[in-house]
């Protein structure tokens, strides 16, 4: 099994209990590995322990619902299996550097500052693009109700109706220079709302502009509704790299939320993701009359 499906697998099982008590005994269990193996494979690929992923991702749904309900923090804390309200304070002030309370009335404050100064016209979102073949069918917003962890999230969705042959793309791009002769891991969290397909993709590109490294998840695309998760893509830079493109592909209708993308080198024993490769050619030609 990949590691990024094991990976995927915890954080679908950590989602849909983040209200309810988790066991960490419990999850060689459910996910198949060993405690140890599973732990080590999961700070591998995300950065964080499974302990502090519960922790943020607990955070980060309270502070959603202290912004948009009257709950209690006594009410919010229980519910996310804090013991006690001041241990949820404390967890709260490690992520949001505030306690709940003041969180609460600094932020609304803040968004009614933002919902009065909204105007007609879409502001640029700083490093952000949105490109693809039909763009005009698309849009592209930050959204402080929808997110993985922080207080936003970036959200693409189709505005109308779009087909197969349809897609777009939020993107960045930047000078290789720091990542030459290294295998570099994009990783970033993903949940999507009725789409056709969508994912992840990162691009390696040479000085003459000729793509040389390429992955879009095409195998292992996203479809469907899903709740947040992770994905990686990992793949060589050459010597004769250049520049770095990267970004979430949405084809056809749909909405897909971006968070949390993250760069890092990796050691030559990690397999890389890159379908350029002569392993994602067909063995031998095929069609070569039409007829099929």
Same mark, same amino acid.
């Given at each position: ?47 964080? !322990? ?33 013991? !006690? ?66 207080? &936003? ?25 720091? %990542?030459?002769? &290294? ?47 992770? %994905? ?61």
């Amino acid at each position: 099994m990949y590691y990024s499906e094991v990976t995927q697998k915890t954080i679908s099982y950590i989602e849909s209990n983040l209200t309810e008590e988790i066991q960490l005994d419990t999850f060689p269990s459910v996910i198949g590995y060993s405690k140890y193996h599973l732990h080590r494979i999961f700070k591998q690929e995300t950065g964080k !322990s499974i302990g502090e992923y519960i922790r943020l991702r607990r955070t980060a749904m309270a502070a959603k619902i202290l912004l948009h309900s009257e709950e209690t923090i006594l009410t919010i804390a229980f519910l996310f299996q804090f013991q !006690s309200q001041e241990a949820f304070t404390r967890a709260f002030k490690d992520v949001y550097s505030l306690p709940p309370g003041k969180y609460r009335k600094l932020m609304q404050a803040i968004r009614m500052m933002e919902e009065e100064k909204k105007v007609n016209t879409r502001e640029q979102i700083k490093g952000w693009s949105l490109s693809g073949t039909n763009p005009e069918l698309y849009d592209f917003v930050v959204d402080g109700d929808v997110f993985h962890t922080g207080t &936003k999230s970036g959200l693409l969705f189709a505005k109308g109706e779009a087909n197969a042959q349809q897609f777009a793309t939020i993107m960045q791009g930047f000078q290789a220079n720091d %990542y030459k002769g &290294k295998r570099l891991k994009l990783s970033c969290y993903i949940k999507t709302e009725n789409v056709l397909k969508c994912g992840a993709w990162l691009r390696i590109d040479n000085t003459s502009g000729d793509t040389i490294q390429f992955d879009n998840m095409d195998n292992r695309s996203i479809q469907g509704t899903t709740d947040w998760n992770h %994905y990686s893509i990992i793949l060589d830079v050459s010597e004769e790299s250049a520049s770095i493109h990267f970004g979430v592909l949405l084809i056809g209708t749909g909405k897909v939320w971006a968070d949390g993308f993250r760069f890092e080198e990796v050691n030559g024993k990690v397999a890389t993701t890159n379908m350029l490769t002569q392993e994602h050619l067909p063995k031998q030609p095929s069609n070569l009359d039409f007829s099929e």
